[in-house]
């Protein structure tokens, strides 16, 4: 279904620089690879944000699909902006979406006078929030995976077309 898609072409080595060692380097070296290129995720997570949070403010109505849409279009942008690792940056989107919309819901409702025990009990919120998290972590990955996939396959496709445009 998905044919595989090459590196792309011209890039340098994404951990040029990076001198990790030790049994935390998978995650150190994510961590460098987002502090190297953050506006690929920082910008996408605050678009996957809008969208997330008109997702949830108009769910029957199309305001809601709209934010649906522009949430997963913010997670496919971080992959396709974040060609080093596309997962991780669409992850890295959709967990911030979620941080930030989650916490201006709670600030809002807190604010208005609402109690913890308004939500239900906290085992029930924090399980709710962390399934949430989860589930927008899945959302990242996948939108994150096929953005990094296009962009490579379109680079592939404009090789091939350069390719046989030159030979004619």
Not at 13 to 20: E, K, M, S
Not at 40 to 51: E, M, Q, S, T, Y
Not at 67 to 78: D, E, N, P, Q, R
Request: aromatic share 14%; no cysteine; glycine share 14%.
């Amino acid at each position: 279904m998905f044919p595989p898609a090459p590196a792309l072409p011209g890039r340098p080595d994404p951990l040029d620089g990076y001198t990790g060692r030790g049994p935390l380097r998978p995650i150190t070296e994510r961590l460098y690879l987002l502090r190297k290129n953050p506006l690929a995720w920082i910008v996408p997570g605050l678009v996957a944000f809008v969208g997330f949070l008109a997702s949830f403010s108009y769910a029957a109505g199309v305001i809601g699909l709209l934010g649906t849409f522009v949430l997963f279009a913010g997670l496919i942008a971080a992959g396709w902006f974040g060609w080093q690792r596309p997962a991780l940056f669409g992850v890295a989107a959709a967990l911030l979406g979620f941080v930030i919309a989650t916490a201006i819901v709670l600030f809002t409702f807190s604010s208005q006078g609402a109690t913890p025990d308004t939500f239900g009990e906290p085992t029930t919120v924090i399980g709710q929030l962390v399934l949430q998290g989860l589930y927008q972590s899945a959302l990242g990955f996948l939108g994150g995976w096929y953005g990094g996939y296009l962009r490579r396959r379109q680079t592939q496709l404009s090789a091939q077309q350069t390719g046989r445009r030159r030979r004619r």
